[in-house]
């Protein structure tokens, strides 16, 4: 099976913009969840979808959005970039059942100037 | 909320020697899962080992094999044999195991650097 993909791998925004990363999970797999990677912070778990309903929520302001589709893909949205959202940003697929491996994506590079 | 704890931000070992990673977490859940995964330089997060809590046998995976203490809340990785393509940030992480949506909660990581 394919691996989790994520699109883009790089992106570089200014402060303000708005910026969708894109994330498709392991074929099957109906849960995705997103996650920070900073220095400073860590790792830091954004939000989960299951069967395109947001199931849990990590403490982000509300400028962090996300949404899936129905063929599981997701989308995460951040607005009004602050310098502070430069990040690795990790996306995990599992089936969706509780307990399950999450497998993660290569991730997505934000620079924020 | 859960806490992760790895305590040790560096290591390093020899090829071919044993090295043990240590991981404490607090919980007040029965029911939880608890991994131990990788980040090489290429940033990619691989899954080394995952031990659910229920199980009183430690996991292994070839020349990895984990120490789960339940009482202790205490769950350590070992690598034996170490080789080079064992350099990584390697990271334990709790889930519960209930509840709706399953939130991994990381520890700030290990880098583990594995010389010749």
């Known amino acids: 099976k394919a691996g989790v993909t994520q699109t883009p791998r790089y992106l570089i925004k200014t402060r303000g913009q708005q910026v969708t990363l894109s994330c498709s999970p392991i074929s099957g797999h109906r849960s995705v969840s997103w996650y920070q990677q900073t220095p400073g912070q860590g790792l830091q778990f954004l939000f989960e979808?299951?069967?395109?309903?947001?199931?849990n929520k990590g403490n982000f302001p509300g400028r962090f959005s996300g949404r899936q589709f129905s063929n599981s893909r997701s989308e995460m949205n951040v607005s009004t970039l602050e310098l502070g959202d430069s990040a690795l940003y990790l996306c995990?697929?599992?089936?969706?059942?509780?307990?399950?491996?999450?497998?993660f994506g290569p991730g997505t590079r934000l620079t924020v100037l | 909320a859960q806490t992760v704890t790895q305590s040790q931000p560096e290591m390093s070992v020899q090829e071919a020697e044993t090295v043990t990673l240590s991981c404490t977490y607090d919980t007040s859940e029965s029911n939880y899962y608890l991994f131990w995964y990788k980040q090489p330089p290429s940033r990619q997060m691989i899954l080394v080992i995952r031990?659910?809590?229920?199980?009183?046998q430690n996991a292994t995976e070839n020349r990895f094999s984990v120490n789960f203490q339940k009482a202790a809340k205490s769950f350590s990785l070992k690598i034996s044999d170490s080789q080079l393509g064992d350099t990584a940030m390697y990271f334990c992480a709790f889930m519960k195991g209930l509840g709706s949506g399953y939130a991994l909660n990381f520890g700030k990581g290990t880098s583990l650097l594995v010389t010749p």
């Open positions: 995990a697929s599992s089936p969706g059942t509780g307990g399950d491996t999450q497998y």
């Open positions: 979808y299951f069967s395109e309903t947001q199931r």
């Open positions: 031990q659910e809590a229920y199980k009183q």
